[in-house]
């Protein structure tokens, strides 16, 4: 079975953006969304950093945005400081997703579904909190004991109630929903899923991962829906620190991908979800299709470069790459991978000629920075919603642009404004592909390895004739 999988509903939240709708809007207004750090994720003044790279001076942030309605979800108590808040924030996405699709999260019976959720943050608070109560607790007192060696080891034990109590009291069940199978399985139990709930982390491939495992699941008939998600968690210092030693971060306030003046990056938070069928039977259940996925590609790139993981993505739909005409491209702010991917959609597509094809290319990561593993996930919300208005939408404009891409010779361009997306007849329907590469700290810092991973994801339109 080969059938084309449609998207029939999404959701999201990013910076600045509570849904798919608030996301376009931000992009066809070239928005930029990204703000001064909050008060958890910056350096305190006099604080030093742990690595002499950069520090983010802008972020991505979902601010409020990461909260849920809690009675929605049919959670037992009230959220406290020891639970793991990313499950609150996935499941109501999860919730968002399946009401963009007319389908009840709270079913009597259980469905013949799926559950592929992209997650695995380093820390979070029900972890930390079994940490604080055990080792971090017992470290303190350690200190405490070399540095005042005569102290009565009962006044040690009474310091060390106090500071117990002075934090946010653990429970079994907070315990649980910190660990990955607890949370993916929560969430299937919730939208009364039945089948497979499993968990996964690709770095920044993990948005084309979940996709791939999604598209088995329906293309095997092991469901007949399928929720994949991806989620990056609200950035924290401990993170950024420790990835400031891995990725060079910008210190300008704004992210421009292209540029010729690209120095490094800017995070992002955020989340998305996708409610998956197999396009015949979501033109037989009457669904709302915003596009199609045809094809998922990842793997190990010889070339270092992403032609042949892009090559191979179209081969299995036995179409050439040059029908394609947006990418929706990797776009990190990082030079080095910046100038790879530029040429090999250059090297794929050639030199232009008159009356050849052109494919425009831009990155959501100028709009919301970059939501590492959710940033393929926020492309395809993107991508999905350009198919779906026949729209080629526009990218944070960069004051100096890559001159491969201004290059009259260049079959590859830049989006710097919104264009009407001219159709082809019926046996060339528009296409576009979302395409990654990984971060790799085998190499200097801020350039990706060659020979490191990439992904690629094709789309297509739904036919207006929807035959």
Known sequence: MNSAIAIVGMSCRFAGCANPRALWNVIMGSKNMLSVPGPDTEIPYGTKKLFDNP???????????????????????????????DLYFATQLAFDALGDASIRPHAHEMRRGTVRLGYAPPFNASTVNWLQHTAFLDQTMDILRRFFPSAPENSIEEVKEKLRESLPVPNAASFLLGSGFRFVSWIARECS???????????????????????RDLRSGDADTVLAGVVTSPLGRAYLQGLSGIVRFSTKPTLEPFSQDAEGTIPGEG????????????????DRIYALIRSVSIGHNPEGDGSLIFSNAMKRIDAEPKTISLIEADGSGLNGPQEREVAAIQK?????????????????????????????????????????NKVLPPQIVPERPMEKLSNLSSSAYLLTEPRPWLAGDSSSPRRA???????????TIGVASTGGRSAAIILEEEPEDRS
Not at 71 to 81: G, L, S
Not at 193 to 204: E, K, P, R, S
Not at 433 to 443: L, T
């Open 55 to 85: 520090y983010p001076t802008r972020i991505g942030q979902l601010g409020n945005l990461f909260s849920c309605v809690q009675a929605m979800q049919n959670f037992p108590r009230q959220i406290n400081a020891g639970e793991n808040q």
């Open 193 to 215: 899923f039945g089948g497979a709930a499993t968990i996964l982390d690709a770095g920044n491939l993990t948005g084309a991962a979940v996709i791939m495992d999604a598209i």
């Open 271 to 286: 989340g998305a979800f996708f409610v998956l069928k197999r396009r015949e039977d979501a033109l037989r259940d009457h």
């Open 348 to 388: 794929l597509w050639g030199e232009h000629r008159a009356g050849g094809p052109l494919v425009g290319i831009g990155s959501i990561k100028g709009n919301i920075g970059h939501t590492m593993k959710a940033s393929m996930a926020a492309g395809l919300v993107k991508v999905a919603l350009a198919l779906k």
């Open 433 to 443: 592909a979302v395409i990654a590469d990984n971060f790799d700290p085998s190499e």
